[in-house]
């Protein structure tokens, strides 16, 4: 399993409706979200469910993330990340969307 970062730009404008059915497909591919923007969303999930993700009809393009661990708003990012997913780990069964 090649789990890796990937930033999912959404297809035309963004909508909450849009954004939490992508994260849904996310999930489904068994990857997390890190990061919701207003033009998508950077999430991690294996190499080989690209095309997966890639064909949910919000999605206009998925393209591959490095972050610079040294970079000027790495820390920062870590921060947001790991809040994010805190946010996912599943409590009592459930699992909550981020948005």
Do not use: W
Not at 78 to 91: D, H
């Amino acid at each position: 399993m090649a789990f890796q970062m990937y930033m999912v730009a959404f297809q035309g404008s963004y909508s909450e409706e849009g954004s939490r059915s992508v994260q849904q497909r996310i999930r489904e591919c068994n990857g997390v979200t890190l990061m919701v923007m207003k033009t998508g969303i950077i999430a991690a999930f294996d190499d080989g469910l690209v095309p997966a993700v890639r064909s949910h009809p919000s999605v206009g393009m998925v393209g591959g993330v490095t972050l610079n661990p040294h970079g000027y708003a790495a820390d920062r990012l870590q921060r947001i990340f790991a809040e994010n997913l805190s946010k996912q780990i599943e409590v009592s069964g459930t699992t909550g969307p981020v948005t």
